[in-house]
C-alpha cells in the first residue's frame, strides 16, 4: 500500500510519526556475471545462463530516479544443493531429465512458482468461430495424459541430498 501511494507522488507517514522518503525494492542479481534481474521469480540468469547463482538484492530510488543497490557482500554463497552428484539417469517410465540450464523448451517449466493451472492458463485456445460468444473468452483445451516416451523436466536446483534414502512405506517390515 506504501509502495503505491510513494509511486503516486503521494507524501506518507510511517507509524513512528516520520515521514518516509525512500522506497525499498529487491531484485535479482547473478554472483557469477552480475547481470540484474527484475523478475524476482527466475532461478536460471538471463544472460550467463547459470542456475542457483541468483541472489536477492534490495535497491532504493533515489531522488534522482537512480537505483541504489545495497548488497551484502559479507553473506557467503551458499553451496547447498550443489555437494552431491546428480542422479544416475534411468530409462523408462521413471526418467527424469535434470535442467541444468534455462532453455528455451524448458523456460516454462524451471521458473519458481508456475503450477499447471498457470500453465493451462498460457495455453488457452481461441474458439473455433461457431460460438462468437464463448470465442471471445477463448476455450480451455482438454487434459491429457502425460506422454511416457517423453522425460520428466524438473530443476536440479533447490533439491537437497539426492542420495538421501526415500521415505519407506509404513507397511513394509523387515
Known amino acids: 500500500m506504501q509502495n503505491t501511494l510513494k509511486h503516486l507522488g503521494v507524501s506518507i507517514v510511517g507509524p513512528h510519526?516520520?515521514?518516509?522518503?525512500?522506497?525499498?525494492?529487491?531484485?535479482?542479481?547473478?554472483t557469477s556475471c552480475f547481470a540484474l534481474t527484475n523478475d524476482t521469480t527466475r532461478q536460471f540468469c538471463g544472460t550467463c545462463g547459470s542456475g542457483n547463482t541468483l541472489r536477492r538484492v534490495q535497491y532504493v530510488v533515489t531522488r534522482e530516479g537512480k537505483k541504489q543497490l545495497f548488497i551484502n557482500f559479507c553473506k557467503p554463497?551458499?553451496?547447498?544443493?550443489?555437494?552431491y552428484n546428480l542422479p544416475k539417469p534411468r530409462g523408462g517410465s521413471v526418467e527424469q531429465t535434470a535442467a541444468l540450464c534455462?532453455?528455451?523448451i524448458r523456460c516454462a517449466h524451471v521458473i519458481r512458482g508456475t503450477t499447471s493451472a498457470k500453465l493451462r492458463e498460457k495455453?488457452?485456445?481461441r474458439g473455433s468461430g461457431n460460438?462468437?460468444?464463448?470465442?471471445?473468452?477463448?476455450?480451455?483445451p482438454k487434459p491429457h495424459k502425460r506422454d511416457?516416451?517423453?522425460?520428466?523436466?524438473?530443476?536440479?536446483?533447490h533439491k537437497y541430498n539426492v542420495n538421501e534414502k526415500k521415505k519407506s512405506r509404513a507397511s513394509r517390515r523387515k
Open 17 to 30: 510519526g516520520m515521514r518516509i522518503q525512500e522506497l525499498r525494492q529487491w531484485l535479482l542479481r547473478c
Open 77 to 83: 554463497i551458499s553451496t547447498r544443493g550443489t555437494v
Open 102 to 104: 534455462c532453455g528455451r
Open 123 to 125: 495455453h488457452v485456445v
Open 131 to 140: 460460438d462468437e460468444e464463448l470465442a471471445a473468452f477463448g476455450e480451455v
Open 148 to 157: 511416457v516416451n517423453q522425460p520428466r523436466i524438473f530443476s536440479s536446483y
